[in-house]
């Protein structure tokens, strides 16, 4: 079946420094892959997605790019904030998108100032 | 909108005793989902409904029952709880457009449930 592994955490970086969380899938067909992060005591929102091979997600200076040859979706921001601790989420949707998702186990990420 | 509203926010429940958690979206989705999510395993999905009036199994049913009582609500019952059922809850829904690609899930708050 589908599956998603991600970096496990807890990830500490300090603020402006560059992150990277990576994400692979295992998938049967095209699958559509995402980002969400989910804010303390919050519910998850979607950060970011990509539908097809070669597509880049961007939203809020984060960026993931889906790499079919390598079953990943490494999602990346050039300078983080404190802002940005959060868990983040990588997930697959198999079915067009209308369908359930598969998420990995969370990344939690805190930036200290 | 208020989007995906869930109820209640925190419950304790004795081993045994039943429940129902409530979940209402006012986006005129079709699919909603439920969703548990314990630590180290992030969420699993417990049951779905494509549409008004149909219902499936997710990834871990078992414990748990589900009413899409009309297109804006899904509730999920626990009738008999155990501590393994200890974990936060998640409602979530999605629009289908096909016109438009994928559809956004859209997650509630979630109910943080304690079984002793």
């Known amino acids: 079946g589908d599956s998603v592994t991600q970096m496990e955490g807890p990830v500490t970086l300090s603020e402006e420094a560059f992150l990277t969380i990576n994400c692979t899938y295992t998938?049967?067909?095209?699958?559509?892959l995402f980002w969400y992060v989910q804010y303390p005591g919050e519910g998850l929102q979607l950060l970011l997605k990509?539908?097809?091979?070669?597509d880049k997600g961007s939203n809020k200076g984060f960026e993931a790019t889906y790499r079919k040859e390598t079953t990943s979706f490494h999602l990346e921001k050039g300078s983080v904030q404190v802002s940005d601790s959060a868990v983040y989420f990588c997930?697959?949707?198999?079915?067009?998108?209308?369908?359930?998702?598969?998420f990995g186990t969370g990344t939690r990420l805190t930036i200290i100032p | 909108n208020a989007g995906v509203t869930q109820t209640p926010k925190f419950q304790v429940l004795k081993t045994g005793q039943s429940m129902t958690l409530q979940c209402a979206q006012d986006?005129?989705?079709?699919?909603m989902y439920w969703y548990r999510q314990d630590p180290g395993m992030g969420l699993r999905l417990i049951y779905y409904?494509?549409?008004?009036?149909?219902?499936d199994k997710g990834e871990v049913p078992n414990g748990y029952n589900v009413s899409r009582l009309n297109k804006r609500e899904f509730s999920l019952r626990l009738e008999s709880a155990a501590p393994s059922q200890t974990s936060v809850y998640f409602c979530?829904?999605?629009?289908?457009?096909?016109?438009?690609?994928?559809?956004?899930?859209?997650f509630g708050p979630g109910t943080r449930l304690t079984v002793l």
């Open positions: 979530a829904s999605t629009g289908t457009d096909p016109g438009h690609g994928y559809n956004e899930q859209f």
């Open positions: 998938a049967t067909g095209y699958p559509s």
């Open positions: 990509a539908t097809k091979a070669d």
């Open positions: 997930a697959l949707s198999d079915q067009g998108g209308n369908e359930k998702l598969t």
């Open positions: 986006m005129n989705h079709n699919s």
């Open positions: 409904s494509a549409s008004e009036g149909t219902t």
